[in-house]
């Protein structure tokens, strides 16, 4: 704030320079948290990868988007925004996470064909088999067998559904 | 309207409810920043769903990400990076009253946008071809963990969202090229460059934070 002697807002011109810098301390601090990505710091690699984001942001919004100079009612309005932001993230998340009704029973594996068929099965209406992508070469007669595995997996599905009510039920009777 | 008009040339752009130059362009910026105010709640939204979603199933968005190219999602962020500074030094370049200068910058952010996007197309073709979509499109089995296709429903409703983001800042862009080219800017004169300007680099700021929470999940 020191070299803040330029009094003009609207024709305040930076030099090239500057924007040469910023530019690329930018690129640098992409490659660095690329770089970080390898490292393992645990819990921590959100954490770290958050700072350079915020750093990045705040480059961003200081020179190219000339907060640091500008009038500080546009700064006000843009804290806000991230206040607003973040008051709106905060409260969802303690919301959600304190409705076991929202996440329970819908640990749902997709890792083969029988379980695609089961989830579509159950989630879509009408659903009249393996279609689109990934369905290729199955062929026409996929009329009763499917019925068939359909029902099994589902039943499944119900049954896992099951187990965790049974897994509950049994805290329950402690 | 008239009246203000008539006072000079230079003053021309001054609608005729604003005192002067300096306060019309201080009016502009202070809705610009109210509008990007409104693009960080709107983007929010789907930060929130991103952040409820991963707090859930940690381990699924860590084996989901695995099939997102982080070499292609590395290059993408260094276009923007480059694109936002074309686009600083367009302002720059009218700001000083370069005609050619401030088309060469502004044709230079339009060609990087384009970029991103060719680069977003190659990434979003093979999940189409693979079946890596959201919801009840998700047809792919490769990925350990379970609901991998949430993973790929706020994956494709937040970039799919910043990439119309990127399209409607190409049609502004577009716009500022052609109203340039029309000499409706000088040094006296260049909001509509500058407060673009304000839109694109918010696009490289959502896409700062995509970047890692996407590609970067260890």
Known sequence: MSDSSHGEHHHHILPFRLYMIVGGA??????????????????????????????????VVLYFMHLRWDNKIYAAIFILSIVMLGA????????????????EGHNIPITNQADLDAIRAVR????????????????????AMDTAATTDVADSLAASDGADTDSESVDDGH | MADSAS?????????????????????????MWIFLLTEVLFFGGLFCAYVIFR????????????????????????VL????????????????????????????TMALAG????????????????????????????????????????????????????IAGMIAIGWLIWRTQKNHFNANYYTPIEMTGLYWHLVDLIWIFLFPLFYLIH
């Open chain 1, 88 to 103: 709106f993230v905060a409260l969802t998340a303690v919301d959600f996470f304190d409705r076991e009704i929202v996440t």
């Open chain 2, 81 to 108: 990076i480059v694109s936002s500074v074309t686009m600083a030094l367009a302002i720059r370049a009218m700001q000083l009253g370069d005609k050619i200068k401030t088309l060469a910058y502004l044709w230079s």
């Open chain 1, 26 to 59: 930018l690129i640098l601090l992409t490659l660095l948290t690329v770089g970080i990505f390898y490292v393992d710091f645990g819990p921590f690699n959100i954490v770290v990868a958050m700072v350079i984001a915020i750093a990045k942001a705040s480059l």
């Open chain 2, 115 to 166: 970029v991103f996007l060719v680069i977003k197309y190659f990434e979003y073709a093979h999940k189409f071809h693979v079946g890596q979509l959201p919801g009840q499109f998700y047809t792919y089995t490769g990925v350990e963990g379970t609901n991998p296709h949430v993973f790929f429903s706020v994956y494709f409703a937040m970039t799919g969202l910043h990439g119309i983001h990127v």
């Open chain 2, 7 to 31: 006072h000079s040339h230079s003053m021309s752009h001054v609608a005729h409810h604003f005192a002067d130059s300096e306060q019309q362009a201080e009016s502009s910026k202070m809705g």
């Open chain 1, 124 to 143: 879509i209406p009408d659903y009249e088999g393996p279609t689109g992508y990934g369905a290729d070469g199955h062929g026409d007669d996929h009329g």
């Open chain 2, 55 to 78: 707090a859930w199933k940690p381990d699924m968005f860590y084996e989901a990400h695995k099939t997102l190219s982080m070499s292609m999602g590395a290059t993408n962020t260094v």
